[in-house]
């Protein structure tokens, strides 16, 4: 809904738009009655297909409206206009602290101005059992006399987006400052998810930048919650390190290793600069590019500074099944039981019962990727065959590949070694062999998240995201409903796109996932950026059809109307993820981009 200017809404007269984000549309309104300006805060009617939405948000705001506390900006009233849930809250005039940031490194003094106001209400609001869950700068608002509020108070919450924030089509503002465990949707959050997304604003604050940037949410989210954070004093080096060690308490991904509350993080934070003998905080900004994701091979574009905002600023915006052992691989771990019992050498026995077993004429011969499907339907199941494994291969004079499958063979079972082996593998150009040893990593460790983390981060496999793949879909076939995994495969079907090799893994993907909409607009943008758009056309159409509403649908639908040169048609089309308030900052800034783009781009 959008108010006009002179509209009355309910006793308030509407002045001016503020701004408009995610959630909802803020306005300036004029209260005749008590002769003050408030801001009104109305709800996008997306949120009117959610059948709780009302209750939920009469329920919220009747808890928030309860605090009263200096540094958060108060709530005066809720009701409906026209059947539209609003908020009005108080008028406060002045700049986020984005704003600020974006002109410039904060100083020791502003910084702990920063901490004192926000650990305050944090600290005030925990003991009303009420979460922030969205803290980040653009929802700190300084007064031109100088005072600190807190803005959007369970405003996450109000929106549903509480306890499901992995959706690519409902995560509401920006990843950036999302705790591991809020990311994961636990649903018994506490006051520690806000303390982790407050030391997430004190680290760019501090250091410069945001700890994990990346292309997608996919990447930024997987990061929070399996990537060791950058430290602080290695991207920035004059941050002290008393500070650091708060920084570093304040975002670990266990919850039980954070600061217990708001009010133990701020006596820590005073403790530390004294204890670094006042030294400024962050004399120096760190390099304005930002850190690549592990999770992806491209630096986040970094954020435009916002404008001077009034009141509650606005919201930021391929295998196949796993390779079975080999008949000759049993007999080689019962050989070496065996010559164990017997008191023989066995380890010095072994690896030419592997050289005999492993002649290779080339290494030109060794399959390194899937072999492509036969030319049937696109979307076809039967697109990628199952084929069984070749033989385990041994480059020459690779004594440290002889070492592992030693090692291996005497430990069958080590999820270390077999990820290890993998690694050597990989590093001798022998992607199936490779794939084998970490999927059967993966299964030895119950297709644990952590394991595939270990496998993402490795050297040289990391930028791999086809590889990548491959690796993982076992274990996501066994598990299709496990968050963790399909934050793991999100950044990899968007880097696999461009890679002319990557079309018989998306394929695998589509067969394998038919429901999911991402591994289609993968294989729908491959086949366009392969000049393909008949191919694209069809995974378009059936988006639409399964997910008619979707700004990834619109997207991808307009990025093929481009290819396809009906520019005015893709236009309108990308110009519903930008009006589209529930889609992705990431998603809408890319879609401004291609309109930009398409603007100065001819109709045929």
Known sequence: MTLSIGENVGPYRVMAQLGQ?????????????????VAIKVMHTAFKEDPTFLARFQREARVLAKLEHPNIVPIYDFAEHQGQPYLVMKYVEGDTLKARMANGAPSSDEILKVVDAVGAGLAYAHKQGVLHRDIKPSNVIITP????????????????AGESTLSQDT??????????????????????????????LLYEMIVGRVPYSGDTPFAIIHDHIYTPLPLPSSVNPSVPEPVERILLKALAKERDDRFSDASALVTAFHQALEGAGGAPVAPTPAPPSGPVSASSTATRRAPTAAPT???????????????????????????????????????????????????????????????????????SPTSVPVTEPPPTHIPPDNDRLLQLLNAVAANPNDVGLHLDLGQAYYEEKLTQDATREFQ?????????????NDIFQRPFVRDDPVFLLNVLLPGLEQNRDSRELWLLVGPQLDRSAPLDHAEPTLLTYV??????????AALAEYYILHGQPVKARKLVEETRRDAPDSPTTHLISGELLAAEGRIDEAIAELQKVVDDPKAPEFLRRRAEDRINHLKGTPAP
């Open 511 to 520: 067969a394998t996932f038919p429901k999911e909409i991402a591994p289609k």
């Open 309 to 379: 905002v009034v009141a509650t600023a606005k919201p930021d915006s391929p295998p196949a099944t796993p390779a079975q052992k080999s008949n000759a691989w049993v007999w080689i771990v019962v050989a070496v039981a065996m010559l164990a019992v017997l008191g023989i050498g066995a380890m010095l026995i072994v690896p030419r019962i592997l050289r005999n077993r492993n002649q290779l004429p080339t290494q030109a011969a060794l399959i390194t990727q899937p072999p492509p499907p036969p030319a049937t339907d696109a979307l």
């Open 21 to 37: 984000g995610g959630m909802a549309t803020v306005y300036k309104a004029y209260h005749a009655s008590l002769d003050r300006y």
């Open 145 to 160: 006399d100088g005072q600190y509020y807190l803005s959007d108070f369970g405003l996450a919450r109000i929106a549903g």
């Open 440 to 452: 059967t990593a993966a299964e030895l460790s119950q297709y644990d998240p952590k394991t595939y």
């Open 171 to 200: 995560m509401l503002g920006t990843p950036n400052y999302i705790s591991p465990e809020q990311a994961k949707g636990v649903s018994d959050l506490d006051g520690r998810t806000d303390i982790y997304s407050f030391g997430v």
